[in-house]
């Protein structure tokens, strides 16, 4: 583990990690199963971060569940990839055309926005050593 990472073991984290899990859980975007000697595993991290408020004081710890990806193939363990990113361009276009028109434009964040993907292969990731610690507190 890197210096300045955090530490998931440290009782500050488990909270952000517990919402996590449970947003997994709630959304049902995997189960845990029984490894068999063909499944190719794919290891995961726990990816944690203070979130701050405009002022600078804390608002949350935050976690995330990923997937290392890095360690599949093309064509091989999956066939395409795709990530919905707006272009910078765009996004341009619609502040100024709101701003000519004297619009009023919200924005959102969905926690949750990559959990509602769907995938056509099966996908074995290997349980976080970091959770089964985690868990057991």
């Known amino acids: 583990m890197d210096e300045d990472e955090p ?3 440290d ?3 488990f909270g952000a990690i517990k919402e996590e899990i449970k947003s997994h ?15 190719k ?3 995961c991290k726990l990816v944690l971060k203070d979130k701050f408020r405009s002022d600078g004081t804390l608002e949350r710890k935050k976690a995330r569940l ?3 990806g890095f360690t599949q193939r093309q064509n091989i363990d999956f066939s395409e990839t795709y990530a919905p990113v707006a272009k910078l361009s765009s996004i341009r276009f619609i502040l100024a055309l709101a ?4 619009m009023l434009l919200n924005q959102m ?10 995938l056509e292969e099966n996908l074995y990731m290997a349980t976080p050593q970091d959770l089964e610690k985690n868990a057991a507190k």
């Open 25 to 39: 859980i709630k959304n049902g975007t995997w189960e845990i199963v029984e490894k068999k000697k063909d499944n």
């Open 41 to 43: 595993l794919v290891s």
């Open 66 to 68: 990923v997937a290392r």
């Open 109 to 118: 964040d969905v926690t949750t926005a990559f959990l509602n993907g769907d």
């Open 11 to 13: 009782p500050q984290w």
């Open 7 to 9: 530490d998931p073991n």
């Open 99 to 102: 701003a000519e028109n004297d």
